[in-house]
C-alpha cells in the first residue's frame, strides 16, 4: 500500500479530524444507514457508494483509536469502581431482604441467588481487584441469563438490580480498555499504537482511491466533489510534515568503535612470541 505521510499524524490529529468528517463535502455523505455499534450492518457495504464506505472507514478508525485513547484514568478507574462496588451492596442488601420474604418460593430462589452471584459474606467480590471485579461481573450476568437462575431472578424480581451489575462492570471494563472474552487488558501505550496503525493503513486506503478516482474522472461535478472529499485529507498531511530520521545515537558509534578494537586484538595476540 502506498504510503502518503500519514504514518507521521499524531493520535490526537486523527482523533480530531472526525469534526472534518462532518464539514463540507463529507457533511452531505449519509452514513446513518450503515454506522451501528458493532459496525457490521445489516445493509450491505458492498453495494454502498463508495463516499459512504470511505467516511465509515475513517469513522470508525477513528473511533477505535478514540477508545483506546480513552482508557481511563486512575482516577476515573477509581471512579469506576466505586459504583461497580456499590451496585453489589445493592444486591446483597435486595438479595437479604428477599430472603426474609413470607412468600417461601421468593425466599429459596434469594437463597439460591446469594450462594451463586455473591462472594463470601456478600460483599467479598468489592474487595476484589479491577480486573477480577470486571471477570466476576461478567459471571454473575452469565450465568443469571440461564436456566435455573433466571427464573429465581424473576421470582425474587431482581432484574434491575443485575441490569446495574452490568451496567457497572460494562463501563469498568472499558476503562481498563478490555472487551469482553479478554482475560486482561491490553497495555495502554499498546492499544494506542495498534489504533494509529489502523488509522494509518485507513487513510492511506482512502487517500489512493480518491487520487485513482481523480486521475480517470474527466472534469464535472463528479471530480469536483471527488477534489472536495480529499482536500481535508490533504490538509491534515499539511498539518503533519515528515519528520528527518534521527541521528545514530552516540552509543552505537562507541559500540562500533569497541567492535573494531576486538577485532584488531587478535593481530596483536598473533605478533607476540610464544
Same mark, same amino acid.
Given at each position: ?50 463516499? =459512504?464506505?470511505?467516511? #465509515?472507514?475513517?469513522? &470508525?478508525?477513528? /473511533?477505535?483509536?478514540?477508545?483506546? $485513547?480513552?482508557? +481511563? @484514568? *486512575? !482516577? =476515573?478507574?477509581?471512579? #469506576?469502581?466505586?459504583? &461497580?462496588?456499590? /451496585?453489589?451492596?445493592?444486591?446483597? $442488601?435486595?438479595? +437479604? @431482604? *428477599? !430472603? ?16 451463586? $452471584? ?157
Amino acid at each position: 500500500m502506498a504510503a502518503y505521510g500519514y504514518s507521521f499524524v499524531t493520535d490526537k490529529a486523527f482523533s480530531a479530524f472526525a469534526r472534518d468528517l462532518e464539514q463540507g463535502a463529507w457533511k452531505g455523505v449519509s452514513i446513518d444507514k450503515y454506522d451501528v455499534p458493532n459496525r457490521t450492518p445489516a445493509a450491505s457495504l458492498f453495494e454502498a457508494p463508495r463516499p =459512504v464506505v470511505w467516511k #465509515l472507514r475513517a469513522r &470508525w478508525s477513528i /473511533a477505535a483509536l478514540d477508545e483506546a $485513547l480513552g482508557v +481511563a @484514568s *486512575a !482516577a =476515573v478507574l477509581a471512579e #469506576l469502581d466505586v459504583e &461497580w462496588d456499590t /451496585a453489589q451492596r445493592a444486591l446483597h $442488601l435486595f438479595l +437479604a @431482604s *428477599a !430472603a426474609e420474604s413470607k412468600d417461601p418460593a421468593q425466599r429459596d430462589a434469594a437463597v439460591r441467588l446469594r450462594g451463586a $452471584l455473591l462472594a463470601g459474606a456478600g460483599t467479598e467480590q468489592t474487595r476484589y481487584t479491577y480486573d477480577a471485579e470486571v471477570d466476576y461481573g461478567w459471571h454473575q450476568v452469565a450465568i443469571v441469563g440461564k436456566a435455573p437462575l433466571a427464573a429465581d431472578v424473576k421470582k425474587v424480581g431482581a432484574g434491575a438490580y443485575l441490569k446495574r451489575v452490568e451496567e457497572a462492570t460494562e463501563a469498568l471494563a472499558r476503562g481498563l480498555g478490555r472487551t469482553s472474552g479478554q482475560k486482561r487488558a491490553v497495555a495502554r501505550s499498546k492499544r494506542i499504537r495498534e489504533a494509529v496503525v489502523a488509522c494509518t493503513q485507513a487513510f492511506n486506503a482512502i487517500h489512493g482511491e480518491i487520487g485513482w478516482l481523480l486521475e480517470h474522472t474527466p472534469s464535472g461535478k463528479q471530480r469536483d466533489l471527488l477534489q472536495a472529499l480529499h482536500a481535508p485529507f490533504l490538509a491534515l498531511l499539511e498539518r503533519s510534515p515528515q519528520r528527518a530520521p534521527a541521528a545514530a545515537a552516540p552509543e552505537e558509534v562507541v559500540v562500533e568503535e569497541d567492535a573494531a578494537e576486538d577485532a584488531a586484538e587478535p593481530e596483536a595476540e598473533e605478533s607476540t612470541p610464544a
